[in-house]
């Protein structure tokens, strides 16, 4: 498996408070995604970055936000979490052979009440 | 990214292939077709890709028609842990991959 772990694994939060998520990787890839999934929407992409401090938007972004201060780490924040953002959070890392070729990580079950 | 269209759900006898087809009617000629499976809970799992040309793996196989407007994942002996959620994904984007729906493959003991 890729070496890819995310923290905290399970996390329930009061709506309105900050939360902070962590991707970390040991295969030093340049490529690394946030994903949300939700019953009935499937994965959608919320940021991801192609290098450190070099982050994009994805399909969903819209209350979240990125960082990346060194390869190995990704951090996505809910700067103020709310109900809607409840769901399960699957970061990624981009393959060798073609960007696409993604390895995911565990996820991490967020529940906002 | 193309649209993709693969059937709700499949089953499947153990030990027996499994042929998961996909439509991509809209792929353009640069858009590799790509598979994943999700089992339950877990994060989803890279199985293959393909342009052009039959491609083949210690997981699975993909034919692409000559047309590339669809495509077959096939799962040559199937077995109960390959029970998952598969998902054909055009693309020829560097950094994004939309997932679909899927498929739902439930292989029967």
């Known amino acids: 498996d890729a070496g890819i772990t995310q923290s905290p694994r399970h996390k329930v939060t009061e709506t309105g408070t900050p939360v902070t998520l962590r991707c970390h990787q040991t295969e030093n890839h340049r490529y690394m995604y946030w994903y949300r999934q939700d019953p009935g929407h499937g994965l959608r992409l919320i940021h991801y970055?192609?290098?450190?401090?070099?982050?994009d938007k994805g399909e969903v972004s819209d209350g979240y936000s990125v960082s990346r201060s060194k390869t190995e780490d990704f951090l996505l924040t809910l700067e103020s979490a709310t109900s809607s953002q409840t769901s399960v959070y699957f970061c990624a890392i981009g393959g060798t052979v073609t960007y696409n070729e993604q390895f995911f990580g565990p996820g991490t079950r967020l529940t906002v009440l | 990214d193309a649209k993709t269209t693969q059937p709700t759900s499949m089953d499947c006898a153990e030990g027996r292939a499994a042929n998961l087809p996909c439509n991509h009617s809209?792929?353009?000629?640069?858009?590799?077709v790509y598979w994943y499976r999700q089992i339950h809970s877990q994060g989803p799992q890279y199985i293959i890709h393909?342009?052009?040309n039959n491609e083949t793996n210690e997981m699975a196989s993909l034919i692409i028609t000559e047309d590339r407007k669809s495509s077959t994942l096939i799962l040559p002996h199937a077995t109960l842990r390959d029970t998952a959620v598969y998902y054909c994904i055009g693309t020829g984007s560097a950094r994004q991959l939309t997932f679909g729906s899927g498929t739902q493959l439930t292989v029967l003991p």
């Open positions: 970055s192609y290098g450190v401090k070099d982050t």
């Open positions: 393909g342009l052009k």
């Open positions: 809209t792929i353009s000629g640069n858009e590799y």
